[in-house]
């Protein structure tokens, strides 16, 4: 059963920090585009950051460049995002998603809220 679970969420200030992370399962982690987007109440869902499956190259949000970092750890099967500098505007639910040419999944998100 593939599963992605979110966690580190939460509450933060403007300007705070948070790191999330994406445990996975049920799939061969190593050969999954690994990306985290996030969807803000009444918009779309957007793409923040991506990650291919080495790790070796990385892809950004123009809004999060500088202050965003995605990695993984494929002993690990887990993909995180570092989140720092955060604005109020971020405050979302954030997914992570996996994805092969033929094959996609989903997280069931994490709520970040930024807020003073």
């Known amino acids: 059963q593939v599963q992605l679970v979110e966690s580190g969420g939460g509450l933060v200030q403007p300007g705070g920090s948070l790191r999330l992370s994406c445990a996975t399962s049920?799939?061969?982690?190593?050969?999954?585009?690994m990306s985290w987007y996030r969807q803000a109440p009444g918009k779309e869902r957007e793409l923040v950051a991506r990650?291919?499956?080495?790790?070796?190259?990385?892809d950004y949000a123009d809004s999060v460049k500088g202050r965003f970092t995605i990695s993984r750890d494929n002993t690990k099967g887990t993909v995180y995002l570092q989140m720092n500098s955060l604005k109020p505007e971020e405050t979302a639910v954030y997914y992570c998603n996996a994805r092969t040419l033929s094959l996609d999944y989903w997280g069931q998100g994490t709520q970040v809220t930024v807020s003073s």
């Open positions: 990650i291919s499956t080495t790790g070796g190259s990385t």
């Open positions: 049920g799939f061969t982690f190593s050969r999954y585009t």
